[in-house]
T-cell receptor, first 114, second 115 residues
Framework: AQTVTQSQPEMSVQEAETVTLSCTYDTSESDYYLFWYKQPPSRQMILVIR??????QNATENRFSVNFQKAAKSFSLKISDSQLGDAAMYFCAYWPGANSKLTFGKGITLSVRP | DTEVTQTPKHLVMGMTNKKSLKCEQHMGHRAMYWYKQKAKKPPELMFV???????INESVPSRFSPECPNSSLLNLHLHALQPEDSALYLCASSQGRGGPGETQYFGPGTRLLVL
């Protein structure tokens, strides 16, 4: 069975600084998707960034980038120039693909200090 | 547009009531999902519909009854719920064909309180 591990329950970052959120996963599949979702207290689960396992290039979306290490089964999220609006719970998720189960990590609560 | 809408936003119901949650998307997605989420926890998958057919049921109690009347609409019928069923119910959709770009997009959720 696939598992996703987010070992840090909470992190804090100073506004404008950079923070990295860690995630590891376990799978025997070779093709899959990895995601980071953000869930603010307003509760909407928002897609931050996605990575397809067959792509070697790390995904980037503006201030958000990932470090995808397929062999190590590691998928960390780097947030640059942190903003107050980045404060939220962040979930790392693994997905084999359509019509299958999206497996989430336990999540990490990120706070941003002004 | 990656919008999934859910109604109602909040719902309070007694244990003998019957109510329904509604989810809608107009992205042409052919896979739709129901999740249950407790506070400070990750979402838990309940059901998956693929091309309007139920493809995954994660051993959910029969007091939850899903329905997919068409490719844009997903309902969750609730009957005789228990207080422990109080949670945020999230709907999601994806293209359903696999391949590049396949992603689950979530709605804002329905906050359910069972008294």
């Amino acid at each position: 069975a696939q598992t996703v591990t987010q070992s840090q329950p909470e992190m804090s970052v100073q506004e404008a600084e950079t923070v990295t959120l860690s995630c590891t996963y376990d799978t025997s599949e070779s093709d899959y998707y990895l995601f980071w979702y953000k869930q603010p207290p307003s509760r909407q689960m928002i897609l931050v960034i996605r990575q397809e396992a067959y792509k070697q290039q790390n995904a980037t979306e503006n201030r958000f980038s990932v470090n995808f290490q397929k062999a190590a089964k590691s998928f960390s999220l780097k947030i640059s120039d942190s903003q107050l609006g980045d404060a939220a719970m962040y979930f790392c998720a693994y997905w084999p693909g359509a019509n299958s189960k999206l497996t989430f990590g336990k999540g990490i609560t990120l706070s941003v200090r002004p | 547009d990656t919008e999934v809408t859910q109604t109602p936003k909040h719902l309070v119901m007694g244990m003998t009531n019957k109510k329904s949650l509604k989810c809608e998307q107009h992205m042409g997605h052919r896979a739709m999902y129901w999740y249950k989420q407790k506070a400070k926890k990750p979402p838990e998958l309940m059901f998956v519909y693929s091309y309007e057919k139920l493809s995954i049921n994660e051993s959910v109690p029969s007091r939850f009854s899903p329905e997919c009347p068409n490719s844009s609409l997903l309902n969750l019928h609730l009957h005789a719920l228990q207080p422990e069923d109080s949670a945020l119910y999230l709907c999601a959709s994806s293209q359903g064909r696999g391949g590049p770009g396949e992603t689950q997009y979530f709605g804002p959720g329905t906050r359910l309180l069972v008294l």
